[in-house]
């Protein structure tokens, strides 16, 4: 497996792990960690074997945002040039499921990470915000957008404009998050439902994550023809036929992936 310096990678069954690990930064996004998150989820991505992809960081930060340091002196023309988390585009572009598995601060580019993923499944120690406007800046990798159509524009508004962060109830309550679980619980809660998730046939998992991006990118009536065409065309899988088959035979389906 590729040597990385930022992240654990580890397949564990049919899931991918991907820790991140700057312990002394409370693994802040510096890029050598973006390039390594995308190359780890791309690669977990090409992988038929994956059925799931989990991203968490430690007990006390997933990540506190892009790292403060590394950006300070940049300039808005370095900023454009470098396309600095340009890589964030690829790893949410990944067709696998991906659950973040939150613990401590998903500050800044740390929440926008975890709205990247598919799931948030966070520790009741979490704390979410988007913290940029203390920095005099805004979120750069997608705060203004995701978080919007995760909680509702006066929401959002109040968390961007004031730089609050809010706890794990207030979140899920908010629809930010999926569920929140006892800290001790988080990783294995994790495991437990990316190993469901991962059970499932490909084709239907890939089929289900895009309808459901297509719901945040397009309109209703463009999203109900995505959602027809993928539904319609599952019929041609082997996992649908043995799905249904096994509905029927009271028995657990065998899925192959085709
Ligand atoms: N970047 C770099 N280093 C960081 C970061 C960060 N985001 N966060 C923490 N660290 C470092 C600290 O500097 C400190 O290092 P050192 O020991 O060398 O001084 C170490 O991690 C431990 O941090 P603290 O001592 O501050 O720990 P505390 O427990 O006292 O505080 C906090 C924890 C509250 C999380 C605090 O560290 C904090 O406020 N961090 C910054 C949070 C923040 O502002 N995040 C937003 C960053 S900007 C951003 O994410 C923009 C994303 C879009 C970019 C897209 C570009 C295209």
């Not at 397949?11 to 998150?37: D, F, H, K, Y």
């Not at 949410?92 to 598995?101: F, H, K, L």
């Not at 998903?106 to 948030?120: K, P, R, S, T, Y």
């Not at 088959?245 to 899925?255: Q, T």
């Amino acid at each position: 497996m590729t040597e990385y310096e930022t992240i654990l990678v580890e397949r564990r069954g049919r899931v991918g792990w991907i820790t991140l690990n700057r312990p002394q930064a409370l693994n802040a996004l510096n890029s050598q960690l973006a390039q390594e998150v995308t190359a780890a989820a791309v690669a977990f991505d090409a992988d038929h074997g994956i059925g799931a992809i989990v991203v968490t960081g430690s007990e006390k930060a997933f990540a506190a945002g892009a790292d403060i340091k590394e950006m300070e002196s940049m300039s808005a023309a370095d900023m454009r040039a470098t396309d600095h988390f340009g890589a964030w585009d690829d790893f949410a572009a990944v067709r696998t499921p991906v659950i973040a598995a939150v613990s401590g601060f998903a500050l800044g580019g740390g929440c926008e990470l975890a709205m990247m993923c598919d799931i948030i499944l966070a520790a009741d120690t979490a704390k979410f915000g988007q913290p940029e406007i203390n920095l005099g800046v805004i979120p750069g990798m997608g705060g203004t957008q995701r978080l919007i159509r995760a909680v509702g524009y006066y929401k959002a508004a109040e968390l961007i404009l004031s730089g609050r962060m809010m706890g794990a109830e207030e979140a899920e309550r908010a629809g930010l998050v999926s569920r929140v679980v006892p800290a001790s619980d988080l990783l294995t809660e994790a495991t437990t439902l990316a190993d469901t998730i991962a059970s499932k046939g490909l084709p239907s998992l890939y089929a289900a994550k895009a309808a459901l991006d297509a719901a945040m990118e397009t309109p209703l009536a463009d999203g109900l023809a995505h959602e027809k065409q993928a539904f319609a065309a599952l019929f041609d899988t082997a996992d649908q036929k043995e799905g249904m088959s096994a509905f029927r035979e009271k028995r657990s389906p065998d899925f192959t992936n085709r």
